[in-house]
C-alpha cells in the first residue's frame, strides 16, 4: 500500500536493508566521480588528512539513496527529493562496514499553491552496527496528496 | 601552486570543465544507486511526477563532485567536504545536457580549535550552458593552514 500526504506523521520511522561495503565498491565509485588520492589509493590515503582509504561522500549518499528506495517507506509517486539540509559526514565510511539507513518524519504539510502534492521533512541517517553516523541529512521529499 | 586557507578570499571563484550526460550514463548510475522508474525507464518515466527521463539528484551530486576535482581550485590537501548545506536540483539534469561547474568562495576562517586547518564555504552551481542551475549547494571545506 503506497503511502499518500495524509499517510505521513511526525515521528513515524522506516529502516531499510543492510549494506556491507568493499575496498573494491569504494575505488570503483571514486575512479569515476572522486578520483582522489584518499578515495582510490590505500597507500596514499595514508599521507592523506584522514590516514587512510574512505569512501567519497557522495558514494556514502548514493548508497543512502539506494537503501532509501529498499526501505519499506513505500511512497506514493517514488522517492523525489525537492533539496537536502544539513548533509554532514560525521564519519567516514570505510571498507568493511556494514550500514543501514534510518528514516524519521519530521513533519508534513500540504503546498498552498499546488494542493495536489505536499513536502514530507525527513531526517535521514545512515548508520553502522554499533549506531555511529556515516551520513546524517534532512530530506525535503516531495509526497502526493491522496486522490479525492 | 597548491591554495593554503590563507590563499582564499570571499569573492574568488573557479570554473570546471564541461561534461555531456547520455541516457545510458543516466540508466547505468540509477540502476545501482537509485531504480526508480523515471532514472531507468523512459517509457515508465513519461507516467512519472517528472513526465520523462531524468538524472538521479545523486547522480547529478557526483558528477559535481567529479568537475570540482577538475577545476583549477587546486587546494592543498585536496577537496574535504565536512559538509553541505540548502543542496538543491533547481532543473533535473536530462540526457544531452552539457554542465559544468562554477565555485564562489563565501567565506575562509581559521579552525579556533585546530590552527593547522581552516572552514572554506564555497558557493558550488552546476549550470547548463544556458545559464539554468541542475544543482545549487553551499559547500563547506577543510583547508590546511599554510606550514609555517
Known amino acids: 500500500m503506497a503511502r499518500y500526504l495524509e499517510d505521513l506523521r511526525a515521528g513515524q520511522a522506516f529502516e531499510s536493508k543492510r549494506h556491507t561495503i568493499t575496498t573494491e565498491a569504494i575505488v570503483a565509485f571514486a575512479r569515476e566521480y572522486d578520483p582522489q ?10 599521507a592523506s588528512f584522514f590516514g587512510k582509504l574512505i569512501a567519497s561522500g557522495w558514494h556514502t549518499a548514493a548508497l ?21 539540509e544539513e548533509l554532514r559526514w560525521p564519519t ?25 502534492i505536499g513536502i514530507v521533512r525527513a531526517r ?15 530530506a525535503n521529499l516531495i509526497v502526493p496528496a491522496r486522490p479525492a
Not at 543512502?64 to 506514493?76: F, G, H, I, S
Open 37 to 46: 588520492p584518499f578515495h582510490v589509493d590505500a597507500d596514499a590515503a595514508k
Open 92 to 116: 567516514p565510511l570505510v571498507p568493511g562496514d556494514t550500514i543501514h539507513v534510518r528514516v524519521e518524519i519530521i513533519e508534513s504539510r500540504a503546498s498552498k499553491s499546488r494542493p495536489e
Open 124 to 138: 535521514v541517517h545512515a548508520l553502522r552496527e554499533d549506531g555511529t553516523a556515516v551520513q546524517e541529512m534532512i
Open 64 to 84: 543512502t539513496m539506494r537503501m532509501l528506495t529498499e526501505a519499506e517507506m513505500d511512497l506514493a509517486g517514488g522517492i523525489i527529493g525537492a533539496g537536502m
